[in-house]
């Protein structure tokens, strides 16, 4: 027990109730339907640290499991922050691997096979053994579908019938992938390797046939906690019905709606029948959503609530036996946020036009204080992100990929941390607010420069990685202060390198809507919302649908202040329109209805083909509130005129000695800090205070360009400001 009986207290201190259900819920079989941004891991992290605090947990006897290393670094860090040490917060992959080195030699014999990260030149090879030949596009289609196979149990002669039904590979069958699939295996065997998913199934064979080891692991292990449950494969679902043993002290944590990796084999199956698994079941339910706006998370709800029984596969023995009629009822999240701007909705006329509006939406919020890290494009297909790429490079906005090579595996990463390493060697002296600039001078050889390159492509991404580090340096040796030397940042590289902890990237995120999972920015831009892409164009069951709902549905609950939803009508400038907007958007979009009228009568929607705006030729219509001016009742265009409700060419009806006042402070404000007046506010912003005249934090936050960072800084001083009152 602790020696501090008020520790316990305190952990749960902050907690709604739902949460401190959860974390207070610490014996038998415990299932938390957490809905996005509704905190689960704030309440699962609670329950362990709570756990080991009443002594009701060994915490070198718990194992938590994630999806992905960052959400594994991400949990311990949360740990370590409630004083609880001990706990193995790991992938289902990591901690398989541990167990696997161990026992080794012990079940086996002799050193561990060679773990392959890629399985695209096996495939090759296996692919020049039978006499066949393919291109490396392909060939990773075929990886994912014997990943896929592997992971729902399946062996090269079960796979055929298993598949039925499946998308294949271009350019392949069936029995051509089973055939594939052998000649894979078989390559690994020659070389003495084993990939990923042969780590889950060799710990699986080990449990099942080795007694002593598995009482072994189960001495280990008593407590399981499994983050994003709906993601379980069956492979993975065996292995911890083998660590448990029959014992039931495992919580599992899931939403059925963020399901969006059925492809790879993952199902929610388990989670909704985990009250059939386990019958003394204590379900708790998450809705209390604090990320999103409640304008944005009534947008998820009503997304959802067009489709609110969801198809699901049912696995038989062994892997996905087909549909089956299984329904689901998604939660319905509420926001505990303050109100926000409604979500945007633009129609473009093509591609570079989507791009070129979203650039300058993108220019706006930079002007308004968001910052670019909170900012992100998601689209459905990597192929998607060229035209972002170009859009933003010539606006100079900066950006970074996400979803491809990971960041520490990236060559000038791996090169800038080996310089820094010699340089920490001979730079004894260097320490504190120095650090930063010895980064710049020994990352100027890998080709960093202070202002960011203007091409895009590959050089502005590595220009962005090694900005990462800069950026790093500079954020550890202000929170460190005078001690932080050049070996403690490669010490930190070297952490976060081992856990892929990669540093935030100042730069806009692009992104595909599938990496996006389990993040989240100030402002979301979801694009090419049209019919082929969202829905997709294979998607063709009722299953394949509802998972491109799904998968909207995670897009839409990244943004938590604001959210733009873009389509457009052709792929081409100049190209004819033939797209159509995605049939999602029919019970989203307030003009949806008026839309389909307008093309029934063969008339242009504003905003559409041929129309001009601020991304160019065809720009989108931004759509927001107020629409028209409050003065003279004109439509308004520009986001400077929404912002303060009224035409820039319109008296203004606002105080003006107040404007001067507010002004005046921001000067003052900005110059103390060391930064553009616009970064405090934009005159825009200044206008809308001035005409709304706020008298509660609430009020202010409501205009736009007031974001909850803002108001934190400046709000006090701003509605002193307001409310006649002389500030400090």
């Known amino acids: ?66 999806f992905t290393a960052r959400a594994a670094a991400e949990m311990r860090t949360r740990l370590r922050d409630l004083g609880t040490h001990g706990v193995q917060a790991r992938t289902f992959h990591s901690a ?17 096979p060679e773990l392959v990260d890629h399985k695209v030149n096996m495939l090759a090879e296996a692919a020049r053994r039978l006499r066949t030949t393919t291109d490396r596009a392909a060939l990773r289609d075929l990886a994912g579908e014997i990943e896929w196979a592997k992971v729902s149990m399946r062996t090269p002669d079960s796979y055929a019938a298993a598949a039925a039904g499946r998308e294949m590979p271009t350019g392949w069958d069936a029995n051509g992938v089973a055939r594939l699939f052998q000649g894979y295996e078989d390559v690994k065997t020659d070389r003495n390797l084993i990939d990923f998913e042969d780590v889950l199934l060799i710990m699986v064979g080990i449990l099942e046939t080795e007694p002593k080891i598995a009482a072994q692991v189960r001495d280990q292990y008593r407590v399981f906690i499994v983050d994003e449950y709906q993601d379980v494969s069956p492979l993975q679902h ?28 993952a199902t929610s199956r388990f989670l909704l029948d985990f009250r059939q698994e386990h019958p003394d079941t204590t379900m708790v339910k998450l809705v209390r959503d604090y990320r999103s706006t409640p304008e944005i998370v009534d947008l998820a709800n009503r997304l959802l609530s067009e489709r609110t029984r969801q198809r699901v596969p049912v696995p038989g023995p062994g892997g996905v036996r087909g549909p089956m009629p299984r329904w689901a009822e998604p939660l319905e999240l509420v926001s505990q946020r303050d ?97 930063p600039g010895r980064v710049k001078d020994v990352l100027a050889s890998l080709g960093y420069t202070e202002a960011a390159p203007q091409a895009s492509g590959a050089t502005r991404e590595k220009w962005e990685s090694l900005n990462a580090l800069v950026a790093l340096s500079e954020e550890l040796a202000t929170t460190r202060g005078d001690q932080f030397t050049l070996t403690d940042l490669v010490a930190e590289l070297d952490e976060r390198a081992a856990s892929q902890h990669a540093p935030t990237v100042q730069g806009v995120t692009l992104a595909s809507l599938h990496s996006a999972k389990g993040l989240e920015w100030d402002a979301v831009f979801l694009v090419g919302l049209s019919e082929g892409l969202m829905p997709i164009s294979f998607a063709d069951t009722q299953e394949d649908i509802d998972e491109e709902r799904r998968l909207l549905y995670v897009g839409i609950t990244r943004a938590r202040l604001r959210l733009f939803l873009t389509w457009t009508l052709s792929r081409g400038t100049g190209g004819r329109s033939t797209r159509k907007p995605s049939r999602f958007l029919d019970s989203l979009d307030p003009e949806a209805d008026s839309r389909h009228g307008a093309q029934s009568q063969g008339r242009r929607r504003p905003g559409a083909a041929g129309a001009s705006g601020p991304g160019g030729r065809g720009s989108g219509r931004k759509r927001a509130q107020p629409a028209h001016c409050r003065s003279c009742g004109v439509l308004l265009e520009t986001g400077a005129e929404r912002k303060t409700g009224r035409c820039l060419d319109c008296p203004p009806t606002y105080d003006e000695g107040l404007f001067e006042n507010l002004k005046a402070w921001r000067l003052s404000t900005s110059q103390a800090a060391s930064m553009p007046a616009f970064v405090v506010f934009t005159d825009a912003t200044l206008v809308a205070i001035a005409e709304a005249e706020p008298k509660t934090p609430a009020e202010l936050l409501r205009i736009a360009g007031v974001g909850k960072s803002k108001l934190e800084k400046y709000g006090e001083d701003v509605l002193e400001l307001v409310n006649g009152t002389p500030t400090a």
């Open 1 to 66: 027990m602790t020696d501090h009986p008020d520790i316990a207290t305190d952990i749960l201190a902050g907690l709604d109730a739902e949460q401190r259900q959860a974390a207070t819920t610490l014996n038998g079989p415990l299932c938390i339907l957490a809905g996005a941004g509704t905190g689960k891991t704030r309440a699962i992290t609670h329950r362990i640290a709570h756990g080991v605090q009443t002594g009701v947990y060994d915490p070198h006897r718990t194992l938590a499991l994630t």
């Open 339 to 435: 109100h926000g701007p409604a979500p945007v909705f633009a129609e473009c006329s093509d591609d570079e036009a989507e791009a070129g509006w979203i650039a300058a939406q993108v220019k706006q919020l930079l002007d308004e204080g968001i910052q670019a890290a909170e900012i992100a494009v998601l689209f459905r297909t990597n192929g998607q992100s060229q035209a972002f790429e170009s859009a933003f490079a010539a606006a100079g906005i900066g950006y970074q990929l996400r979803g491809g090579e990971r960041f520490f595996s990236r060559r000038e990463i791996r090169d800038g941390i080996l310089q820094l390493r010699a340089a920490a060697r001979s730079a004894q002296d260097v320490s504190g607010d120095e650090v």
């Open 96 to 112: 398989a691997l541990r167990q696997l080195q161990y026992f080794w030699p012990q079940a086996v014999g002799g050193a561990v």
């Open 238 to 265: 065996r292995l911890l019905d083998l660590w448990l043993g029959g014992r039931n002290e495992l919580c599992v944590v899931g939403d059925a709606s963020q399901t969006i990796y059925s492809f790879t084999g």
